[in-house]
């Protein structure tokens, strides 16, 4: 069956560190996308991209970078990790504006 | 630019008692329109979603949601609640032809017996 899978599921890590989540798709979805959840906030979008080569800043991109080598893969890197880049992360695919999108399981990032 | 408004944070239920969750949008385009629940530890599942069509959509797990365009609204409703429901519930919004969801801040569902 495909899936999205992301990893490591829990990370801890200091401030100052770079920092990179894995998201790997195998529906072979062109739209990828990275969301922080935070409480009281929902979810928020980080970055995106349309296809390989492609990416855009979402509205919290500050501090991050994605790049997009290959259909199945979006790595998230936090360049310098900050105390408020504690969150957890989401990684999502889709085939189309009207189809679902798809969630990983999530990575939970403490940077103390 | 859209956004979500989930107007409830929280919502204690009693076990199969009735449940709404409200959910208001604002955009100056038409919008798709979605429900996602998230299980503790686990990633966001889809609900249930409004493209086009009737009003009333039907989801999974006995979920309904009405598309209310004159009200901006798109309110989620099940009329007899599981434990299992417990859970937080995301409204979220896509513009047509775009990819991107905005989501509200969410309603946590707590469902006691």
């Known amino acids: 069956d495909a899936e999205i899978t992301q990893s490591p599921r829990h990370k801890i890590t200091e401030t100052g560190r770079q920092v990179t989540l894995a998201c790997h798709q195998t529906?072979?979805?062109?739209?990828m996308f990275w969301y922080r959840q935070d409480l009281g906030h929902g979810l928020r979008l980080i970055h995106y991209?349309?296809?390989?080569?492609?990416?855009n800043k979402g509205e919290v991109s500050d501090g991050y970078s994605v790049s997009r080598s290959n259909t199945e893969d979006l790595p998230l890197t936090l360049e310098s990790a900050a105390s408020s880049q504690t969150s957890v992360y989401f990684c999502?695919?889709?085939?189309?504006?009207?189809?679902?999108?798809?969630f990983g399981p999530g990575t939970r990032l403490t940077v103390t | 630019a859209q956004s979500v408004t989930q107007l409830d944070s929280q919502v204690p239920v009693f076990e199969e008692a009735p449940v709404e969750l409200r959910c208001n949008y604002s955009?100056?385009?038409?919008?798709?329109l979605f429900w996602y629940v998230q299980y503790p530890n686990q990633g966001l599942q889809l609900l249930l979603k409004?493209?086009?069509?009737?009003?009333l959509v039907k989801g999974i797990n006995g979920f309904e949601a009405e598309f209310n365009k004159s009200q901006t609204s798109f309110h989620l409703r099940k009329p007899s609640v599981h434990i299992s429901d417990t859970a937080e519930y995301f409204c979220?919004?896509?513009?047509?032809?775009?990819?991107?969801?905005?989501f509200g801040a969410g309603t946590t569902v707590t469902v006691r017996a």
């Open positions: 979220a919004v896509r513009i047509l032809n775009d990819y991107k969801l905005s």
């Open positions: 529906w072979n979805h062109n739209n």
């Open positions: 409004y493209l086009s069509g009737s009003t």
């Open positions: 955009s100056s385009v038409s919008v798709y």
């Open positions: 999502a695919s889709s085939a189309s504006p009207r189809g679902e999108q798809y």
């Open positions: 991209s349309y296809g390989v080569q492609d990416t």
